[in-house]
């Protein structure tokens, strides 16, 4: 959109094509966990191949594997890998890191504001109240922060509900409402007005322009 500001445009220049990356890793893993499973319905069985994909995408995201079917391991994988709209990750980026120029994104490629309790991965926020033991959580690259961003959104418990609204709009195969799935973010930060700020963000500088880029 034309409106942007320079400082903007380069932002959505930088972080633009690693979301959709992302996604497209997202999307092929998906379709692979689609046809195990029809393979599966059929044959009863799965190679030694599928059966260590399933299990590596089980402890990635989290899902419980041990003395499960298959069938439901893969459909709870389901749930959780899928993409995220370009618009949000873009939206949620550009509020925590203040449009790629805070601290914490120049110097440690952490663009979402990730929390950390482990002195290895996190570095201590100039400001943090009395107490406070968190750390920010730092990258080697951007596109590493990208990548665990999605993560944490595909396998938090925090975002359960995020993950079922979408795939209720997945199973009818509707376009993802964004509005209703950053409602479904009002946990992420502290901040009452969290979801208000992520929508005021995707609708002022048009964000939503961006969700059919391939």
């Known amino acids: 959109p034309n409106n942007l500001s320079k400082k903007k445009k380069e932002f959505i220049n930088k972080i633009l094509p690693l979301i959709i990356n992302q996604n497209h890793k997202i999307l092929a893993q998906r379709q692979r966990l689609i046809e195990i ?46 993409i995220i709209p370009n618009s949000i990750v873009l939206a949620q980026a550009a509020n925590e890191s203040g449009w790629g120029s805070s601290r914490f994104a120049k110097e440690y490629n952490a663009f979402f504001g990730q929390y950390t309790y482990d002195d290895r991965i996190g570095v201590a926020p100039s400001r943090r109240d009395a107490g406070d033991k968190h750390l920010i959580k730092f990258f080697s690259s951007i596109d590493k922060s990208v990548e665990s961003y999605f993560i944490n959104i595909n396998s ?59």
Do not use: G
């Not at 059966?51 to 590596?56: D, H, I, N, P, R």
């Open 156 to 214: 938090h418990f925090a975002y359960n509900e995020f993950r079922k609204i979408r795939k209720i709009f997945r199973d009818k195969n509707n376009s993802l409402n964004i509005n209703l799935l950053v409602n479904k973010l009002n946990v992420y930060a502290e901040d009452d007005n969290y979801v208000n700020t992520i929508n005021s963000i995707i609708k002022v500088n048009k964000l939503t322009k961006y969700d059919n880029i391939k």
């Open 37 to 82: 499973k029809d393979f599966l319905n059929q044959n009863k069985t799965l190679n030694k191949v599928d059966q260590k994909f399933v299990k590596s995408l089980a402890s990635k995201y989290l899902v419980i594997n041990k003395n499960r079917h298959k069938i439901d391991v893969i459909n709870d994988l389901l749930i959780c890998i899928d």
